[in-house]
């Protein structure tokens, strides 16, 4: 059974910095791209980021609005994919999940249950 | 940016009704559009990809339209579980993009 477990999101003031975590279990993880999603208070999915798996380079594309302030990495030792965000700003609010990307076709098939990142002095 | 133009944005209807949610691009998606379903405080969860194939374990009660820019959701004999906020996905070109969703109520 595939599952995708988040971690790390708590409350945090502006400008500081947080890592999320996504470990994931019941499939081979190095196989596969992994996306970022979030979704503010009471608002609709927004696209964060993703990266490619090692086979196809590693590298990740992000949304302008996190561009040059969050980076995705993965460690397939672990099966875990990160998110790393700095320069944290109260429009960061949100509640982010980890998916699993389909190889190849690049559609979305498998969701976290979300962790919950507050930015707020 | 690839804009994602989902409606109606809610939508009342009965239990046993058939509905139907559209979604339009701003630009030819080459049939990469998926639909999501979500429920209060739950993670989504993926229904469809490439306009018209479902996901392991997605009843046949929701069906996928549509090419180019035009697609739909239909989903028929509503049952109390479907009711729940459903969002349009195109994964042609970074960013990817939502349409705003359209919250399925209980008349």
């Known amino acids: 059974e595939v599952q995708l477990v988040e971690s790390g999101g708590t409350l945090v003031k502006p400008g500081r910095s947080l890592r999320l975590s996504c470990t994931a279990s019941?499939?081979?993880?190095?196989?596969?791209?992994m996306t970022w999603f979030r979704q503010a208070p009471g608002k609709g999915l927004e696209w964060v980021g993703f990266?490619?798996?090692?086979?196809?380079?590693?590298?990740?594309e992000y949304a302008a609005s996190v561009k040059g302030r969050f980076i995705i990495s993965r460690d397939d030792s672990k099966s875990t994919v990160y998110l790393q965000m700095n320069s944290l700003k109260t429009e960061d609010t949100a509640v982010y999940y980890c998916?699993?990307?389909?190889?190849?076709?690049?559609?979305?098939?498998?969701w976290g249950q979300g962790t919950l990142v507050t930015v707020s002095s | 940016d690839i804009q994602m133009t989902q409606s109606p944005s809610s939508l009342s209807a009965s239990v046993g009704d058939r509905v139907t949610i559209t979604c339009r691009a701003s630009?030819?998606?080459?049939?990469?559009l998926a639909w999501f379903q979500q429920k209060p405080g739950k993670a989504p969860k993926s229904l469809i990809y490439?306009?018209?194939n479902l996901q392991n374990g997605v009843p046949s009660k929701f069906k996928g339209s549509g090419s180019g820019t035009d697609f739909a959701l239909t989903i028929s004999s509503l049952q109390p579980e479907d009711f729940a906020t459903y969002y349009c996905?195109?994964?042609?070109?970074?960013?990817?993009?939502f349409g705003q969703g359209t919250k399925l109520e209980i008349k």
């Open positions: 998916t699993r990307t389909v190889v190849y076709e690049y559609s979305i098939d498998y």
């Open positions: 019941g499939f081979t993880f190095g196989d596969y791209p």
């Open positions: 990266i490619r798996s090692k086979p196809y380079g590693g590298t990740a």
């Open positions: 630009q030819d998606i080459r049939n990469l």
């Open positions: 490439a306009v018209s």
């Open positions: 996905q195109q994964y042609d070109a970074f960013p990817y993009t």
